[in-house]
């Protein structure tokens, strides 16, 4: 009897211990169960308040300032500062903004696609801006993203007359009666006269392919239009150039002004004469005789004898034919300069060109002078070592304190120097030579194509 007593209070504890122990395992996972619904519900609750946390936001980018950029160099930053001036690479294709903060310039990088938040007729220089970015180095910033911020100041609609060269990178609005209007490839020109004085407006291809059909009919000789964008200059003239299709207002009539009397045409027997055909570069290929072309000077080349030119625009790149005596000036106008080609089309050789927006060569140390560079046009200055005469051409090498590079003087242009220059070129003297970039047995040298690529130096 104490033996079946005993044996069933064991059965009842067993049982009870198997219950108590189900249990504690349900509650187990319950609460298991009730801290994973209160952390997804808190990550959700700081997902909706803009929380920092790791699992719910995009990574921090600190905002600094235009003084402490140089500490930030290939990263990604937000700098803030006044709108002071804009102008155009047309090397990279890019536009080169200038804000200034903290008593600092700083250039900012950017594609034309973020400059539509910069209507140039109604934000002007002084108006505070954001620049989201990668850095660069110290002084320059490869934008991402643009923003404008208070105050934002509007651009004072001028008399054509008192735009002055002083205002050169800054944003202009002006109006008047379209006196000329010509087509240039896929660009327009337009000059503008309010009756207080003229005015050249050119407008890329890039911005002429986003007017609208409205826009576009109207702009026509013998109306008004209200035009805002950079200053710039071309060969001493001054142009307004509108970087966005929200810079061009027609105004579907004319003016009420008095203007002067009908302008002298300043077009080129090239671009006026019966039968002028423009092209793009890509359109180069199914051309036929002689064509017209803009475009920027990318590289140069020496091959068979023959200088070749590799010329860009928006459509793509080609490697022309060109003679020295054609090629432009390598201080004042290098390599990244846009340029006005005739060209026979079947041989793609340049008959004729003009230098519609120069870039002048950088001045750079010799050290600096790497592979990267080849084919660009370029400016040193240093002593002269090594001076020897080879055949009819000249070889020396440039030092500058950095380092020092080899420069080749072909016969065709050292037979064009004046005599005072070839006689002043020897050991020790100082020079500056302007030329482009190339390679010869593995050593980097530069060519001076042109006698004004060199210069002595006192």
């Known amino acids: 009897m104490k033996v079946k007593a005993v044996m069933a209070l064991l059965v009842v504890g067993l049982v009870l211990l198997s219950a108590g122990c189900l249990g504690g395992g349900g509650k187990t996972t319950g609460s298991s169960g009730s801290s994973a619904v209160s952390s997804t519900s808190s990550s959700s609750s700081s997902a909706s308040t803009g929380s920092t946390s790791s699992t719910t936001s995009s990574p921090w980018i600190p905002e600094v300032s235009p003084s402490n950029l140089g500490k930030f160099i290939g990263k990604n930053v937000t700098v803030k500062g006044k709108f002071v001036g804009i102008g155009y690479n047309s090397t990279s294709h890019t536009y080169v903004l200038t804000i200034e903060g903290d008593g600092k310039k700083v250039r900012v990088i950017a594609k034309r696609s973020l400059l539509s938040v910069l209507n140039p007729i109604t934000v002007g220089v002084g108006t505070t801006v954001k620049v989201t970015g990668e850095v660069k180095n110290a002084d320059e910033v490869m934008a991402k993203e643009i923003v404008l911020l208070e105050p934002l100041q509007s651009p004072k609609l001028l ?5 002055k060269e002083d205002m050169l990178g800054e944003i202009v609005v002006v109006e008047g009666n379209v006196k000329e209007l010509k087509e240039i490839g896929s660009n327009l020109k337009l000059v503008l006269d309010d009756g207080t004085g003229e005015i050249a407006v050119f407008i890329p291809g890039s911005v002429v392919r986003e007017l609208s059909n409205d826009t576009r ?9 209200e035009v805002g964008g950079y200053l710039d200059e071309y060969k001493g003239t001054l142009e307004i150039i509108p970087y966005t299709a929200s810079g061009i207002r027609p105004l579907g009539k004319p003016l009420g002004v008095t203007t002067s009397s009908p302008a002298t045409s300043t077009t080129s027997t090239a671009e006026t004469g019966g039968g002028v055909k423009w092209v793009t570069v890509a359109g180069l290929s199914n051309a036929s005789g002689e064509v017209y072309l803009n475009a920027t000077w990318v590289k140069l080349y020496y091959s068979n004898h023959n200088y070749l030119m ?18 432009p000036n390598p201080a004042e106008d290098g390599t990244g300069s846009l ?4 060209v026979d089309a079947p041989s793609r050789t340049v008959k004729n060109l003009s230098v519609l927006n120069p870039n002048p060569s950088p001045l750079l140390s010799t050290a600096n002078i790497t592979p990267e560079l080849m084919g660009r046009t370029v400016v040193v200055e240093g002593e002269i070592s090594g001076f020897k005469t080879i055949g009819a051409n000249l070889k020396f090498t440039v030092v500058d304190g950095t380092g020092n ?35 010869y047995k593995g050593t980097i040298e530069i060519i001076p194509y042109s006698p004004e690529g060199l210069k002595l130096s006192r």
């Open 339 to 342: 340029l006005e080609l005739v």
């Open 405 to 439: 590079v080899t420069v080749f003087v072909p016969s065709s242009v050292a037979g064009k120097l004046p005599s005072d220059l070839r006689k002043g070129l020897g050991d020790g003297a100082k020079v500056t030579v302007a030329g482009y970039v190339t390679e």
């Open 310 to 327: 590799e010329v860009s625009d928006e459509t793509g790149k080609a490697n022309l034919t060109v003679s020295r005596d054609l090629l």
């Open 159 to 163: 008399p054509i007359g008192n735009v």
């Open 217 to 225: 009919s109207k702009l026509k000789e013998g109306l008004g239009v």
